[in-house]
């Protein structure tokens, strides 16, 4: 069963930055594509960036050139470095598996509040 704990968010004002953790364990990591997901308040989940088991990745456009997915195999764990944050990045954030994997049962761990505001 996978096990997914994310940590690192927080209150930061608009254009400060932020590096979101995510550990992940009863998976083989390694293998598998990793995603980062946000939720804001009244609006549904949606995909923000994405990282292969290569290291290649993918962002929202609206998160291109301001954050930066990576991983570390080793330590089972996805990061999303945040940079020049908007008040529109406030969100609850996820990591998960990447979208291609995901069924009607794919649970989801608490999430990391991330508030922009001044």
């Known amino acids: 069963q996978v096990q997914l704990v994310e940590s690192g968010g927080g209150l930061v004002q608009p254009g400060g930055s932020l590096r979101l953790s995510c550990a992940a364990s009863g998976i083989l990591f390694s293998i598998y594509a990793m995603a980062w997901y946000r939720q804001a308040p009244g609006k549904q989940r949606e995909l923000v960036a994405t990282i292969t088991s290569g290291g290649s990745t993918n962002y929202k456009d609206s998160v291109k050139g301001r954050f930066t997915i990576t991983r570390d195999n080793p330590k089972k764990t996805v990061y999303l470095q945040m940079n020049s944050l908007k008040p529109e990045d406030t969100a609850v954030y996820y990591c998960?598996?990447?979208?291609?994997?995901?069924?009607?049962?794919?649970?989801w761990g608490q999430g990391t509040q991330v508030t922009v505001s001044s």
């Open positions: 998960n598996l990447a979208p291609q994997y995901h069924s009607s049962s794919t649970s």
